[in-house]
């Protein structure tokens, strides 16, 4: 259901504005620092990155490097970069560009009240050489082969290019829209908090990735990002005609719009899927038993009948179907069987409370869950597993809250949450070491008490120690099995798509690797 560079026998048209809409808005027009969808769509269309990742195929192929090889610790990254790339300011990209950008989004600037954020996409940074003007070499602490990933990465908290005008003002003045300087097909003309964003073309933009074969400047004149929170509103600017397409269509929304002859294209996020991330660290999801009884104990067929459309899919693994190294494990750990589950708590010492609920040595088994209601299947789907884990004794509890006030509870999750529910955007294996391993992002909240925490550690590591890809995808399913079954630290759910609805009119929305949207081959039939 993907929409790429698909176009109309007449071919296409340029000029003409495209009026899209949002579930979200951007809090600032810095690329670097947006963190929600809204953010991540408007940076990729103002900024580049190094290389492109092929969504099909996970292959990084060209974009302002033409090439880069690697040394064989994996922990020097060399590009060979582009000598025809300038910036909107007409200032060149090049080698310093690069060094510049990548410390100062590891680093942060306090003087300009810019906050580090290489920890989570760089982890090991240490600098960037420029042997020449357009050769740059990235160098690291310690092999990480998911940086190659990394060089093409256009989610939340991108290293999109910012020119070394825009590198130099403070985060104050880079709310400014006409401060944020890029190399993309698009520059700013506008920014209006909570409302709308609006980029012009960049004239004379002729560096799109080769893959996406598309030459020279975008085709739209302007695009008009409208922040439009209600989905009834969403739904009915569209079939006015006020927007040409948008973005965060509802899944009862899905088939009434196709009925009425718009287009659905959609495509599933790589990275993780939705998961429920157990806190190993705190009673009682600190007893595997729960843990693995909430893996078996839900049914993932009523979900899939009830709460999903084509657009989804139930979750097999904790990584995406998308990502490279997937493995399937849909008819062991992750099936619907109560019966076992009940057993399995059984066998704990897990009895059945007077009110259904189970105890054990006088507590309640009470499992408190926070999770975003950022994307529309999350809450019923969180609803239905809490209605069939209350029929095993297990009593939970959601909170699904907006980004701002679950970002405000994840500072205390590690002791106030048994259950952390979200998902992680990133096309690579190499997520989940990011996301799980003790010495990174630590999903799980292991002590080094925890009987496992050196094995997670060294698994989920060796993902960092090769690029060969026999040798990955083992390290993937060695990732896998020890997070989902011998230690049952996640329960996936489902797997998130972004879904968009567009008139006919509209052709050429691309979906990238990452399932963000870039617009450079966007065009109107009208």
Not at 195 to 219: C, F, M, Q
Not at 290 to 314: C, F, H, M, P
Not at 364 to 378: A, D, E
Not at 464 to 474: G, S, Y
């Amino acid at each position: 259901m993907q929409s790429t560079n698909t176009v109309s026998n007449s071919g296409p048209i340029r000029g003409g504005t495209l009026e899209f809409g949002l579930l979200d808005y951007q809090r600032s027009p810095d690329t670097q620092w947006g963190t929600n969808y809204a953010e991540s769509i408007i940076g990729n269309n103002v900024t580049d990155k190094l290389t492109w990742q092929d969504p099909d195929t996970g292959e990084i192929t060209p974009w302002l490097a033409k090439s880069w090889e690697t040394n064989a610790e994996l922990t020097e990254f060399t590009f060979r970069l582009r000598d025809d790339v300038t910036f909107s300011d007409g200032s060149p990209f090049n080698a310093a560009a690069v060094k510049a950008n990548f410390d100062q989004y590891v680093r942060g600037d306090k003087a300009l009240n810019i906050s580090p954020n290489g920890a989570t996409l760089l982890p090991g940074y240490i600098e960037t050489l420029t042997p020449d003007e357009f050769t740059a070499v990235v160098r690291f602490e310690k092999p990480i082969a998911s940086f190659l990933q990394a060089s093409s990465f256009t989610g939340n908290a991108q290293p999109g290019f910012l020119s070394l005008a825009t590198l130099a003002k403070s985060a104050e003045e880079r709310t400014d829209p006409k401060n944020v300087i890029g190399t993309g097909p698009f520059v700013y003309e506008s920014w209006q908090p909570q409302a709308k964003t609006v980029l012009v073309k960049r004239e004379g933009y002729n560096w799109s990735p080769p893959a996406i074969k598309h030459d020279g400047e975008a085709y739209l004149d302007k695009i008009v990002f409208n922040t439009i929170p209600e989905a009834s509103v969403r739904t009915g600017s569209l079939k006015s005609g006020t927007i040409d397409a948008t973005l965060d269509v509802g899944t009862t929304d899905e088939q009434p719009l196709k009925d009425a002859g718009f287009e659905i294209i959609s495509r599933q996020v790589s990275g993780t899927s939705i998961y429920f991330n157990f806190n190993a660290s705190i009673f009682p999801t600190n007893d595997i038993a729960v843990r693995k009884a909430i893996q078996l104990g839900w049914n993932r067929e009523s979900i899939e009948k009830t709460v999903l459309t084509d657009s989804y899919s139930i979750a097999t693994s904790v990584l995406a179907s998308s990502v490279q190294g997937h493995v399937d494990y849909s008819s062991s750990i992750l099936k619907f069987d109560q019966q076992q589950a009940a057993k399995i708590l059984d066998d704990a010492g897990w009895g059945p409370g007077a009110d259904g609920i189970r105890t054990k040595d006088g507590q309640r088994l009470t499992v408190k869950l926070l999770g975003i209601n950022n994307l529309v299947v999350n809450k019923p789907a969180y609803e239905s597993i809490q209605q069939d884990l209350k029929k095993i004794g297990i009593d939970l509890q959601l909170t699904v809250v907006p980004i701002p006030d679950y970002s405000a509870n994840v500072a205390k999750a590690q002791t106030d949450w048994n259950v952390v529910a979200a998902n992680r955007s990133r096309n690579d294996a190499g997520v989940l070491n990011l996301q799980y391993s003790p010495k990174l992002g630590n999903g799980a909240y292991l002590t080094k008490d925890f009987p496992g925490y050196d094995e997670v550690t060294t698994k989920l590591g060796a993902l960092e120690l090769t690029l060969d890809p026999a040798k990955r995808a083992q390290a993937a399913k060695d990732a896998q099995d020890v997070l989902l079954d011998k230690y049952a630290l996640v329960n996936p759910v489902y797997n998130p798509s972004q879904v968009i609805a567009h008139a006919k009119y509209v052709d050429g929305i691309i979906f990238d690797a990452q399932s963000r949207n870039h617009f450079v081959n966007t065009w109107k039939n009208k």
